[in-house]
């Protein structure tokens, strides 16, 4: 993003990169007075500063990872700047994002008017902010099939897409695989796991045999299927690992989670069901493997951070020290345990990973009757084994539809919320 400063130009994004300002005044500080503009000098350099910034626009910045997408920014305010965030109906907190970091674009889904956002911000749809043309990076950090729409904009148009939101790509990838093709978008992976794959790929000039993705197990790792039945809501948000939404957290916890980021993988790196296996690894040091054809594997390694994998999803190409990430201490880590899933205690693994074999629109149900399932679970209407009790029999029930378009998909997605929440009203499913 070139720029051109002239004389009588006020410095852009002034209040926003103080401290750019700053470092640009010392470049200038020892040049020689004669025939030497300094304000000039200062003004080039900043410009030059500036134009390496990366404009991001933030979907979901309420969320668990929107949260930490903007711990990132803040640690790197030279490098990463805010033009856009969108949430839903925590005001209170979007409010004070605003005020900090000073967007020029908003969306937030709350009823009515929002006094306390600065009246400066223009209110834009989620579509028309994903498709953003002031936006270097578009961070699609919005849970659940709510994402599904601002992904396909920002594919749509082109944009880099740093891509949180699992239920896009298992709800809808072919058709969005298909249109970043078409619009030569690309697609960056947020998740750890896809992360991890990604830059073990990376250099590589031939195709990978294998994904191998990692599960820490979650909390109730080693249950048999009978004690799983009388599981609590707040022992199933107690991640031993991860700092995560509730929503995330809860399919950790059944192993669903893991089960979406294997129909993911196949869309994200073009690879078979059959080649793609997860592992259980507890310690969450290793977050996925990718073996070649000579029988090498590949391990991305770190500290259990989401903020890694959100910021190397940013900064790509490019790596940027953050002292604020926490470093591997080899002293400590002891012993890498690797075991194959319980699937008779966990059957949502399973059960997406079967969804994603059929296609069509069954990971669309999936997903619509998981997200029904966990909301259920949390208001302790339901059990936590009654989650994959509702997933499987709202798939038995589906009649899919072949090659979907993206209305289809969200028919069959509209279909599956009402009739999970039927057989929930109408079956025992503690």
């Known amino acids: 993003m070139?720029?051109?400063v002239h004389r009588n130009q006020p410095l852009p994004f002034l209040r926003y990169q103080p401290s750019l300002l700053r470092q640009a005044a010392r470049r200038v500080r020892d040049l020689p007075a004669p025939g030497v503009s300094r304000k000039r000098h200062l003004l080039y350099d900043y410009s030059v500063m500036v134009s390496q910034i990366k404009r991001l626009a933030l979907l979901g910045s309420t969320g668990s990872i929107g949260q930490q997408t903007l711990d990132v920014v803040r640690a790197l305010p030279d490098s990463f700047r805010v033009v856009a965030l969108a949430a839903g109906k925590n005001i209170g907190l979007l409010s004070e994002q605003v005020r900090e970091f000073q967007p020029q674009f908003i969306y937030h889904s709350a009823n009515g008017a929002a006094p306390d956002l600065p009246g400066l911000c223009k209110f834009l749809s989620l579509e028309e902010m994903a498709a953003l043309p002031d936006a270097d990076v578009v961070v699609i950090a919005a849970s659940g099939s709510a994402g599904l729409a601002p992904t396909l904009a920002a594919v749509r148009a082109g944009k880099v897409v740093a891509l949180s939101n699992?239920?896009?790509?298992?709800?809808?990838?072919?058709?969005i695989t298909s249109e970043a093709r078409a619009s030569g978008a690309r697609l960056l992976p947020v998740d750890s796991e896809h992360s991890a794959i990604w830059q073990c790929l990376l250099?590589?000039?031939?195709r990978a045999v294998k994904i191998i993705l990692t599960a820490s197990g979650g909390p109730f790792r080693g249950y048999t299927p009978a004690r799983l039945e009388a599981v609590t809501v707040d022992q199933a948000l107690k991640h031993p690992s991860w700092s995560m939404?509730?929503?995330v957290t809860i399919d950790s916890a059944t192993l669903m989670n893991k089960g979406l980021e294997v129909i993911e993988a196949h869309w994200l790196f073009d690879m078979a069901y059959d080649d793609i296996k997860?592992?259980?690894?507890?310690?969450?040091?290793?977050h996925s493997m990718v073996e070649f054809a000579d029988g090498a594997v590949k391990a991305q390694l770190s500290h259990p951070d989401m903020r890694l994998p959100i910021q190397y999803a940013l900064s790509y190409p490019d790596r940027l020290p953050n002292p604020r990430l926490s470093r591997l201490d080899w002293d400590d880590i002891g012993c890498l345990t690797f075991e194959p899933p319980d699937l008779e205690a966990f059957p949502c693994l399973r059960l997406a990973v079967e969804a994603g074999r059929r296609g069509d629109t069954y990971p669309a149900v999936l997903c619509a009757a998981g997200e029904v399932a966990v909301d259920l679970f949390l208001q302790r209407r339901i059990g936590f084994a009654g989650i994959p009790r509702l997933v499987e029999q709202t798939l038995e029930q589906h009649k899919a539809m072949p090659h979907p378009s993206i209305e289809e998909v969200l028919m069959a997605d509209a279909w599956a919320r009402e009739r999970a929440s039927e057989l929930a009203a109408g079956e025992s499913l503690c």
């Open 2 to 4: 070139g720029m051109k």
């Open 166 to 175: 699992k239920e896009s790509l298992v709800s809808a990838g072919e058709i």
């Open 203 to 206: 250099g590589e000039r031939q």
């Open 245 to 247: 939404g509730k929503k």
């Open 278 to 286: 997860v592992v259980v690894h507890p310690q969450s040091i290793i």
